[in-house]
């Protein structure tokens, strides 16, 4: 295999990662509105830390690890995976509906970093137009992940570690 094809290779399997982090993250959204608008903001939070934390963070770990540049792309998948695996924790584990909310935060701030550094960084000239769509994507994720977090200390405000 020489390394163009080696280069290709890579390039389908992180554009095939992307693809499936993307639409867990917006079936989660659908879901997550869904229950919303049928049951409640807690079950809301149930959705969207199953699918748009936990599955599409663990593919955007999995994409960000296969990365075959140095240690450094790779050391930030830590962030994802870590949230990912948390959220699996929480949600497996029944853990009081705090620790979910502490996780959308954590996730809503790890968003909203990416997209300010995204859409007003230093890197911004250099970027093409799939880089200011990533990054208009995480603004919108941060958006939602706020909203619902905010619906469910309004909600559950009492019992949020009970």
């Not at 049951?39 to 955007?60: C, P």
């Not at 450094?72 to 995976?81: F, N, Q, T």
């Not at 949230?83 to 705090?98: C, H, K, M």
């Not at 880089?131 to 619902?148: H, M, P």
């Amino acid at each position: 295999m020489t390394a163009t094809d080696q280069r290709r290779s890579f390039s389908i399997v992180r554009t095939a990662l992307l693809v499936l982090a993307i639409a867990f993250l917006l079936l989660g959204d659908i879901l997550a509105f869904n229950q919303l608008a049928t049951q409640s903001a807690v079950d809301a939070m149930t959705q969207s830390l199953v699918f748009s934390i936990g599955v599409a963070g663990a593919f955007e770990a999995l994409r960000r690890l296969s990365v075959p540049k140095g240690s450094g792309p790779r050391m930030l998948a830590l962030i994802p995976a870590s949230l990912s695996f948390a959220a699996f924790v929480t949600w497996r584990s029944q853990l009081p509906i705090g620790w979910s909310l502490l996780i959308t935060a954590a996730a809503a701030c790890a968003l909203g970093t990416i997209a300010v550094r995204t859409l007003w960084g230093t890197q911004r000239q250099s970027q093409d137009d799939t880089g200011q769509i990533k990054g208009l994507l995480c603004s919108a994720q941060t958006i939602v992940f706020v909203y619902l977090a905010a619906l469910v200390v309004a909600d559950a405000h009492s019992v949020l570690f009970v």
